[in-house]
């Protein structure tokens, strides 16, 4: 039995690396046509786009991840199906159950690897991507580190930790500095928003004065100054919710709750941690489905066409029922959840009469 179940999961996992191979190599490609829109702006060279598309290969693959696992599990099991092989199986005493067991536990696998992508590897990647893309795009005087990046304006250096979307920035730093170098003034600020008129709006405010020798320190709720970065360097700069790891989703989520704006966003960011590898391993209840849910006279082919045909769809539906949840101001836990729910009910609705 071990070496049946070894024949079936190393038969899934191969047909699934080719797949993720060809769609990574596709995507990649039309994310290098839309980054060579960029090159010459700025430092940015085809080197720089290069970079940003090897950069960002793990949140490709984890967006990838769900539908390389259905066309997988099809490949695998369909073509087992139409050799005879899974008839083969049955007939030595190999319940169905045991089959689709085996490709279960194959499936788990690839949910820990969706999960060490979507928490361990894809935040730091995809904020280096960015932060290399933006240093090169930026035409000011920035400098990006790995914490955030450095900005002046006038006698003014400015660190912010991050710049967030929707022009929102965290662990925001301001020194002011006299004509002769000497610190003036430092202001901490732990969130920061930039207004329509070009301004910034600070909240949780820790100001440091120097004076005479001395230091006054000073606390406030709300501070409006004038910009140091303009709408376009925001654009440039603000990462997305998907590239923060859980500690910092869960950490802005809380800022912006205090500071009366809605996180829905990122807490649906932090579900879909969560949900990505649920969402993997429905997709292998799904490609069951396909395989045991249909008659024996049905060919591989058919088996696969459709599979593909559901998993397309599936996969652009996938945005759609969360925008749609965003929309109905439904949870943000059960709009993340919605493509898993939709994925697993169909999946076990065609599985209901296999024995």
């Known amino acids: 039995m071990r070496i049946l179940d070894f024949y079936i999961g190393r038969s899934f996992l191969r047909h699934f690396t080719l797949i993720a191979t060809i769609l990574l190599t596709l995507f990649s490609l039309l994310e290098l046509i839309t980054q060579l829109d960029d090159v010459g702006k700025g430092s940015y060279h085809l080197s720089d786009a290069l970079q940003f598309v090897a950069l960002t290969f793990p949140k490709r693959l984890l967006d990838l991840m769900p539908i390389s696992t259905l066309l997988g599990g099809l490949l695998a099991l369909g073509m087992m199906a139409d050799h005879g092989e899974l008839v083969a199986m049955e007939a030595s005493g190999v319940s169905t159950r045991r089959i689709g067991g085996t490709a279960l536990a194959t499936g788990m696998v690839l949910m820990v690897l969706a999960g060490i992508l979507a928490e361990l590897l894809v935040p730091g990647m995809e904020q280096m991507a960015r932060n290399s893309r933006a240093q090169a795009l930026s035409e000011t005087d920035i400098t990006l580190t790995r914490q955030g990046f450095w900005a002046r304006s006038g006698e003014r250096y400015v660190h912010v930790d991050k710049m967030l979307s929707h022009g929102l920035a965290a662990d925001i730093s301001l020194f002011s500095f006299d004509k002769t170098g000497n610190l003036q003034s430092f202001i901490h600020a732990e969130n920061g928003h930039l207004g329509n008129d070009g301004s910034w709006n600070l909240t949780g405010i820790t100001e440091k004065t120097v004076a005479n020798n001395e230091v006054t320190t000073t606390r406030r709720q709300e501070l409006a100054l004038e910009f140091f970065l303009s709408a376009d360097q925001v654009r440039v700069l603000e990462l997305p919710p998907y590239s923060l790891s859980t500690p910092d989703l869960v950490r802005y989520i809380e800022a912006l709750r205090q500071s009366g704006q809605n ?11 969560f949900t990505i590898p649920l969402t993997t391993g429905a997709m292998v209840l799904l490609s069951l489905s396909f395989v045991f849910g249909s008659t024996r006279s049905v060919s591989a082919g058919y088996r696969i066409t459709s599979g593909t045909l559901s998993g397309i769809i599936l996969y652009f539906s996938d945005q ?19 493509p898993v729910l939709l994925i697993s009910g169909i999946a076990l609705t065609r599985l209901r009469n296999v024995r």
């Not at 996180?263 to 941690?273: E, H, M, V």
């Open 263 to 273: 996180p829905d966003q990122y807490k649906i960011a932090l579900w879909r941690k």
């Open 320 to 338: 759609i029922l969360i925008q749609w949840g965003m929309l109905l101001n439904l949870p943000p836990g059960i709009t993340a959840l919605l």
